[in-house]
């Protein structure tokens, strides 16, 4: 289904009817089919929303309007900015660019495990799907702000979700530069799992979600 959003259409995918209901927002580079196996094994009992982000998946892919959008808990990146030369950042554009490159960047960097071959075509097909003004928002801008202020001011239980082997946002800096600053925060490692645990360890990212949201009903 879509969803008007401003002026722009957004699509999202709804399942279950339970309460509460879960909202889900990918990684740069993926969709809401990132999530597709966590939400299933979440619903019916819980209500799972997962949005594709403006200028990914099936969403509009205007020009600009790419800044950070709500708390991303599972593999986040740090509030404060990151610490990458501008020169690795710009190289960091190139890594959607065609198949092979798609395919390198999974298996040298996201992912620590290998992949299903179908969650492997999808991360292919998603990315090649990027607005070009969506590949580089995050790397040469968003990747930049700094939220830590904002990250203070959160004041309701959080858990924060990281891969024990991800070699993009590792565990050591969430908890230099995340933890410290959201007060509820507690962190959980998923072992021998890289960035995309979504899709490398979907049934115990889904085992934690549903433990952590159950006392909340």
Do not use: N
């Amino acid at each position: 289904m879509s969803t008007a959003s401003d002026t722009i259409k957004l699509h999202v995918e709804d399942l279950g009817t339970g309460a509460p209901a879960l909202v889900f927002l990918h990684y740069w580079g993926g969709s809401s089919r990132t999530w597709r196996h966590v939400t299933q094994a979440l619903a019916p009992a819980f209500r799972t929303i997962a949005v594709d982000q403006r200028g990914w998946g099936r969403s509009d892919k205007p020009v600009a309007g790419y800044t950070l959008a709500g708390l991303v808990l599972v593999a986040p990146s740090p509030p404060s900015p990151m610490g990458v030369p501008l020169e690795i950042r710009q190289g960091m554009v190139q890594a959607y660019d065609t198949r092979d490159s798609i395919i390198a960047t999974v298996r040298q960097v996201l992912a620590r495990t290998p992949l299903a071959p179908d969650d492997l075509e999808q991360v292919v097909t998603d990315s090649l799907q990027g607005a070009p003004a969506a590949r580089l928002a995050w790397p040469l801008e968003a990747s930049q702000e700094d939220i830590t202020a904002q990250a203070a001011q959160i004041r309701v239980p959080t858990l924060v979700v990281s891969g024990e082997e991800d070699r993009v946002d590792p565990p050591a800096v969430l908890r230099q530069e995340l933890m410290p600053r959201i007060p509820q925060a507690r962190l959980h490692l998923l072992p021998g799992i890289g960035h995309l645990s979504p899709l490398e360890a979907p049934d115990d990212l889904a085992d934690l979600i549903r433990s952590f949201a159950t006392p909340l009903i």
